[in-house]
Every structure is written in C-alpha cells, then in structure tokens.
Nanobody, 115 residues
Framework: QVQLVESGGGLVQPGGSLRLSCAAS????????MSWYRRAPGKERELVAH????????NYADSVKGRFTISRDNAKNTVYLQMNSLKPEDTAVYYC????????WGQGTQVTVSS
C-alpha cells in the first residue's frame, strides 16, 4: 500500500523556520521525483519545490527561492522541505507528491505563520 506521510507542520512566528518531512512507503522511492505543493485558503494549489529522483536537480517557485530548500534521503525514503524566513503568506496546507509512472499524494500538513 502506497503511503506518503507528511509531518513537521505547525504554528510559527514570521521570520521563523520549520522543517517538513514526507516519509514514503509502498513504492520504489528512488525511482520517483518528489515535489512539495501548498494550498492556501481561497487559492489554487501551488508548486513550491521539486527534486529529481537522484536529488541532483531542484527547482523552486519564485516566491520561496532563497528561503526554502528541498532535499531527499533515498536510504530513508524521505523528502524534506526546510523553510526559513517564513512569512504570513506561506500559511497553507503543504503536500508532498511523488511522480514517475504514477502520481501519489500525501494527506498534507498545516503550516501557519502568524504572530
């Protein structure tokens, strides 16, 4: 059974940091590119960051460049999103997405940036 389980969300003050994790099981993780998406209230889902299967190439939305870092550990079947200098507009539900032959979504984790 395929599972993607996100963790690490929560409430943080502006300027703070969070590290999201997404633990994968039920498929060959190292074959799949991984992405983080987010959906803010009243907005469309947005691609935040992407990493290829080997971890050798990453891409980011302009809104998070220089603040967020995506990484992966294929030995642990886990992808991470390090989020620094958080802003209120980063408030959203964050989802991880695995894609190659098929696409798999996690259940999401809430990130709230507020003072």
């Amino acid at each position: 059974q395929v599972q993607l389980v996100e963790s690490g969300g929560g409430l943080v003050q502006p300027g703070g940091s969070l590290r999201l994790s997404c633990a994968a099981s039920g498929f060959i993780f190292s074959d799949y590119a991984m992405s983080w998406y987010r959906r803010a209230p009243g907005k469309e889902r947005e691609l935040v960051a992407h990493i290829v299967s080997t971890g050798g190439n990453t891409n980011y939305a302009d809104s998070v460049k220089g603040r967020f870092t995506i990484s992966r550990d294929n030995a642990k079947n886990t992808v991470y999103l390090q989020m620094n200098s958080l802003k209120p507009e980063d408030t959203a539900v964050y989802y991880c997405y695995a894609h190659w032959m098929f696409g798999y979504w996690g259940q999401g984790t809430q990130v709230t940036v507020s003072s």
